[in-house]
């Protein structure tokens, strides 16, 4: 069983910080793609940032390059997501996500609310 758990999520105001972390078990996730999508309410899930398995190659969107930090510690199955100078705008719901050719893996989510 594949299970991808997110923590971090919470109130901040906006130009506060937050750093969102997701725990990988039931396999090796280390060959695989990790990555943090979003959904605010009544829009699409959006693509946040992406890391490949080896760690040396990120991916942002353009409305959080420069403030969100994509990492992972693959010995220990985890990705974060280091959130700086949030905005009203980044109020979203944050999923994590995994998979080699494609993100297979889900978690439930956590709750990013920033407050302008």
């Known amino acids: 069983q594949v299970q991808l758990v997110e923590s971090g999520g919470g109130l901040v105001q906006a130009g506060g910080s937050l750093r969102l972390s997701c725990a990988a078990s039931?396999?090796?996730?280390?060959?695989?793609?990790m990555g943090w999508f979003r959904q605010a309410p009544g829009k699409e899930r959006e693509f946040v940032a992406g890391?490949?398995?080896?760690?040396?190659?990120?991916d942002y969107t353009d409305s959080v390059k420069g403030r969100f930090t994509i990492s992972r510690d693959s010995a220990k199955n985890m990705v974060y997501l280091q959130m700086n100078s949030l905005k009203p705008e980044d109020t979203a719901v944050y999923s994590c996500?995994?998979?080699?050719?494609?993100?297979?893996?889900w978690g439930q989510g956590t709750q990013v609310t920033v407050s302008s």
């Open positions: 996500t995994a998979g080699i050719y494609a993100y297979n893996y």
């Open positions: 890391i490949r398995w080896s760690g040396g190659s990120t």
């Open positions: 039931g396999r090796t996730f280390s060959r695989y793609n």
